[in-house]
């Protein structure tokens, strides 16, 4: 299942211009995390897979998303993904993703 999680206020900087930003992410499929960004027309370089794999998002993207069937997540889910895929890592025979 593909998530976002809440719009957070944010500093504009060179590497991001816009003043509020969430996450795209997967419960634990990074296929279809991928498929999900390409048809939101993101690009696979904007991938960031430091501790949750997880793209960037404006408000607007985040709204695209959400009309394309991602499900809102709270606080709690996201901590729920960041364990399993800490989890998953720590099995996968080279710690990658």
Known sequence: MIHVDALRS???NAFWRYRQSCHLFSDDNLPELHAFAHKLG???E????RDLPHYDLT???????????????DICKVGECLRNWRAWLHR???GEL
Do not use: M, N, T
């Open 46 to 49: 904007w991938f960031q897979d």
């Open 59 to 73: 408000a607007r993207k985040r709204a695209a998303a959400l009309l394309a069937g991602a499900v809102e997540a």
């Open 10 to 12: 944010c500093v504009p």
């Open 92 to 94: 996968s025979p080279r």
């Open 42 to 44: 993101l690009r696979r």
